[in-house]
């Protein structure tokens, strides 16, 4: 950006601004997961199946992730401000419109253009918090800045749930108009504008190759499953898509003068690693909300608002440990925190890979708060480190593209681990049919041989039924199992950071 807002001492004024980029960024971040339980209220409000109701989440994601990249650009030409109240407003209005949607069709239009209008307000809100907190500070304001980010889509499902076993799934949208308003308000009042640069440029093609990138494997790797891969003409033509569009921005970043992306960003090693390990980050965490509201609701059989609350302790354990991540920052080793986070991941997950059908709801709730705990321990730290030593020109363009890198990893884990349940769910599924057979001694015996017997067709219905929960069940554990080797297999990038020096005498 041609001007950054310098660090202001603690006063009032620091403090209205921090809650105003709290609100806008709760709102956006809140709206990756509230819609998680209630989307079988919305599947059967609509008659949409299981596959096509899934798009009223990854839409959002999606449209998030093509143009948080471009919010550097905006706010560079239109000024940060502007560009921020425009955003919110944006969002607050797609909001009000997908609840009053009435087919699949708008909600999914809508919520692909409230991704877009709120894609700028995380990027462009961490920007600020950088630039009105001093160094010594900074631990502190990227622990807010994570609690916001992180806790929004961990409260997500206990809200959403709550709207929507109390009023109507539609609240689940609507109640971004209040919190909309007031970060509106509060912007327009305590916020500087940044002065517009009118010869800012925007690298098109850059922009373009990487947006159709984007969508091109989120369409293949949501649709491939159902399509039969590359079976089917569509899946090949976006695989075609996907590879073209990837190789022409690969090249054009590497040729032009003033890409989209600029090169110098990935001088800093700290930051390059960082892009990386928010990626799998974004992977795991998301991936595992995605499968947790299913597993609790169908599997479970758990009430849409029980769902809601035995998720919420993931969200006190994010902020518990991402403040005190943010007072240990300069007083213990970066690398050590991160490790410290990434052994808690990995031990929740492999903790889930052994749940049975009797598992309790204590365990669930104490699983999923070390899971939700590991992620302060992640999140502060690795922001803190990727920026610490970027100048402050490159800000803008960096915290995009960091933002870009979690959206990506989020959609991308939420379509690869909804792909190998379908997939482990059939295999499963054949493999214990195997066993089932008229000679087996089993069904001789009563009363199984009353209810369960293969012979007839209520028999072989139920058994198919409980075939189906086992095989769901498996595939389940199994998805559990390929986040906990990912929280694992990133750890050997710890060695890769080098602590800044700046952050030696960091403290909260």
Partial sequence: MSEVLGPLPPSPLRVIITLCVVLAVVMQALDTTIANVALPYMQGSVSASADQINWVLTSYIVATAVMTPPSAFLAQRFGRKRVLLWSIFGFVLTSVLCGIA?????????????????AALVPLSQGILLDIYPQKDRGSAVALFGVSVMVGPV??????????????????????????????????????????????????????????????????????????????????????????????????TLTHDKPFISLKLFKDRNYSVAVVFIFIIGITYLASLALMTPYLQTLMGYPVLTAGLVMGPRGLGTMMTMFMAGRLMGKVDIRLILFTGLVMSAWSMYMMTGWTPAVSIDTIIWVGFIQGASLGFLFVPLTTIAFATLPPQLRGQATGLYNLSRNVGSSVGISIVTVLLAQNTQINHAEIGAYVTPFNR?????????????????????????ITVQASWVAYLDDFKLLMLLSIGVMPLLLIFRKPAPLENTTS
């Fill in 155 to 252: 409260l997500g499902p206990m809200l959403g749930g709550w709207l929507t076993e109390n009023l109507s799934w539609r609240w689940v949208f609507f109640i971004n108009l209040p919190i909309g308003l007031l970060a509106f308000i509060g912007m327009t009042r305590f916020i500087r504008e940044t002065p517009p640069d009118r010869t800012a440029r925007l690298d098109w093609l850059g922009f373009g190759s990487l947006s159709v990138a984007i969508m091109s494997i989120q369409l293949f790797l949501d649709r491939g499953e159902q399509l039969g891969w590359f079976d089917s003409g569509e899946i090949i033509i976006e695989a075609l898509v996907a590879a073209v569009a990837t190789y022409i921005f690969i090249v054009h």
């Fill in 102 to 118: 009435q087919s699949l069709e708008e909600i999914i239009l809508f919520r692909l253009l409230q991704g877009l209008a709120g």
């Fill in 442 to 466: 089993l069904f001789e015996q009563w009363p199984v041989s009353s209810y369960l017997n293969p012979l007839t067709a209520s028999g072989r219905a139920a058994l198919d039924g409980m």
